[in-house]
Nanobody
Framework: VQLVESGGGVVQSGGSLKLSCAASGFDFSAHQMKWVRQTPGKGLEWVATIWAGSIDKFYGDSVKGRFTISRDDAKNMLYLQMNNLKPEDTAVYYC?????????RGQGTQVTVSS
């Protein structure tokens, strides 16, 4: 299992970023996938989950209405469109399979939102 995140950066409050995650080594289209984020102060926070086939999507309360999770099963890619970013969105973002106890995670991509 390999997960490689990209697309992070530094953006001003109110700005947008789109994160990408390239997945390999497993049947991507068959898996629910998620984004999580980690900050030193708040620990690991769930951001969003997308079901296989994009049948349904779920978001954490702190990002609902601002972030959109999507996937391209033909390309084994997972995405996170982040709009109206806030300083509290600053974190390292990881993609992962939405499997309880799954140990696989990428190296993460840093998102920094300046006020």
């Amino acid at each position: 299992v390999q997960l490689v995140e990209s697309g992070g950066g530094v953006v001003q409050s109110g700005g947008s970023l789109k994160l990408s995650c390239a997945a390999s080594g497993f049947d991507f289209s068959a898996h629910q996938m998620k984004w999580v984020r980690q900050t030193p102060g708040k620990g690991l926070e769930w951001v969003a989950t997308i079901w296989a086939g994009s049948i349904d999507k779920f978001y954490g309360d702190s990002v609902k209405g601002r972030f959109t999770i999507s996937r391209d099963d033909a390309k084994n890619m997972l995405y996170l469109q982040m709009n109206n970013l806030k300083p509290e969105d600053t974190a390292v973002y990881y993609c992962a399979r939405a499997i309880s106890g799954d140990p696989y995670r990428g190296q993460g991509t840093q998102v920094t939102v300046s006020s």
